[in-house]
């Protein structure tokens, strides 16, 4: 599954839309709960866990791809 669809489906919104400078300001929906949802998803995914800092430091489509190729990730 695609880190586009991911986000698609937790912040229900169109693929197409999902670029790395999109922010969590930008999405009225990500909230602290979808924050988790995201994060749950993307780790059973990809099959890593991030740590609490990366979880914390996690604002932007772009945040989430560089964390997820910091652990080997396979975008």
Do not use: C, N
């Not at 937790?10 to 990500?30: G, K, N, Q």
């Not at 602290?32 to 996690?58: C, K, N, P, W």
């Amino acid at each position: 599954m695609s880190l586009e669809k991911i986000f698609s489906e937790v912040f229900v919104l169109p693929e197409s839309s999902i670029v790395d400078s999109l922010a969590l300001s930008d999405i009225p929906t990500w909230d602290s709960l979808a924050h988790m949802m995201l994060i749950v998803r993307l780790e059973e995914t990809y099959q890593i866990q991030f740590s609490g800092d990366e979880i914390a430091d996690i604002k932007s489509v772009g945040d989430v791809r560089s964390a997820l190729l910091a652990h080997g990730a396979a975008l």
